[in-house]
């Protein structure tokens, strides 16, 4: 069946330094890939997102690349600060039909003052 | 509203109990989705309304497990016979009809079974 797969799980870093979070899907028809932050307690929150069609996409300090023939994508957040710390979450889907997300695990990223 | 609704926030029940979790999606969103995050873990999809189209219950774990939407706005997730390893946080999204929409969640019903 579908799956993604994330990795690492934990992640700690000191503040200023970047951090890269990735992930592998097994559906080579998903062609839609969102990435959530979710902090304790809260809702997970979309923070960027990319499509099948482009294999970058930046904004401000986070930027996204999409490898579609190695089917992994990755999360690249530069000049960290404390307050980006959280779970980390990728997901795929195919939306052009069930448009259900398929979630990794989830990495959680600390950064240290 | 502004955002997804979910209410209630905290559930506690016994074992054996059913349970009705809802759900206000946005307003004008016309696709919902039900999800569940065991503690610790990603998010595992279970069901997934868009507009009058039958509803995809593909992730739904058990016969359990139902939901409905009914006018195509607020969203039941009803859990029967409940067992404990049913205790997750239960979060809805919605969003607009149409390709490469972004999903908006709420904040969750933390379910406890007893």
């Known amino acids: 069946g579908e799956n993604v797969e994330q990795h690492p799980s934990t992640l700690s870093v000191q503040e200023g330094d970047s951090a890269v979070i990735k992930c592998t899907y097994s559906?080579?028809?998903?062609?839609?890939f969102p990435w959530y932050k979710q902090e304790l307690g809260k809702r997970p929150q979309l923070i960027i997102d990319?499509?099948?069609?482009?294999g970058e996409k930046k904004d401000q300090r986070i930027a996204v690349t999409l490898n579609k023939t190695a089917k992994h994508f990755s999360l690249h957040i530069t000049e960290t600060q404390p307050e980006d710390s959280a779970v980390y979450f990728c997901?795929?889907?195919?939306?052009?039909?069930?448009?259900?997300?398929?979630f990794g695990s989830g990495t959680r990223l600390l950064v240290r003052p | 509203g502004a955002g997804v609704s979910q209410s209630p926030s905290n559930k506690v029940t016994e074992k054996g109990k059913d349970v009705e979790l809802r759900c206000d999606p946005i307003?004008?969103?016309?696709?919902l989705y039900w999800y569940r995050q065991s503690l610790g873990q990603g998010l595992e999809f279970l069901i997934y309304?868009?507009?009058?189209?039958?509803?995809?219950k593909s992730g739904l774990p058990s016969d359990r497990f139902s939901a409905e939407r009914t006018g195509g706005s607020v969203s039941t997730l009803t859990i029967q016979r409940t067992q404990q390893e049913d205790s997750a946080v239960y979060l809805c999204?919605?969003?607009?009809?149409?390709?490469?929409?972004?999903?908006?969640f709420g904040d969750g019903t933390r379910l406890s079974i007893l």
């Open positions: 559906d080579s028809a998903s062609n839609y």
């Open positions: 309304f868009q507009g009058n189209s039958a509803p995809d």
């Open positions: 307003s004008g969103h016309t696709a």
């Open positions: 999204a919605s969003s607009l009809m149409g390709t490469h929409q972004p999903q908006h």
């Open positions: 990319i499509r099948s069609n482009v």
């Open positions: 997901a795929a889907a195919r939306m052009d039909s069930s448009y259900k997300l398929i």
